[in-house]
Nanobody
Framework: VQVVESGGGLVQTGGSLRLSCAVS????????MGWYRRAPEKQRELVAR???????NYRDSVKGRFTISRDNAKNILYLQMNTLKPEDTAVYYC?????????WGQGTQVTVSS
């Protein structure tokens, strides 16, 4: 299974970015999918998750600003990030769970300048 993120970059405070994550390979049935991030000198943290039925959950600091969505037919995960803040700066990782196995991408850098 391959997990490839895209869409990161440099943006000013208040700007927007849209991350994408494509999952391919020997896929059986992807259950939960999610975005995590790791800021410099900090531990990885959950940003948002979405179940196959569309149920979502977000960390408090991104509620109202970020929206997670997925295309089950294409096995693609998205994260629309609006009103970005410098504290959102991190490497963002896509996670896909298939039959109890966790698959991770290499990450995409998001940098928000103040």
């Amino acid at each position: 299974v391959q997990v490839v993120e895209s869409g990161g970059g440099l943006v000013q405070t208040g700007g927007s970015l849209r991350l994408s994550c494509a999952v391919s390979g020997s896929i059986f049935n992807i259950d939960n999918m999610g975005w995590y991030r790791r800021a410099p000198e900090k531990q990885r943290e959950l940003v948002a998750r979405i179940e196959r039925n569309g149920s979502t959950n977000y960390r408090d600091s991104v509620k109202g600003r970020f929206t997670i969505s997925r295309d089950n037919a294409k096995n693609i995960l998205y994260l629309q990030m609006n009103t970005l803040k410098p504290e959102d700066t991190a490497v963002y990782y896509c996670n896909a769970v298939d039959s109890g196995y966790h698959f991770w991408g290499q990450g995409t850098q998001v940098t928000v300048s103040s």
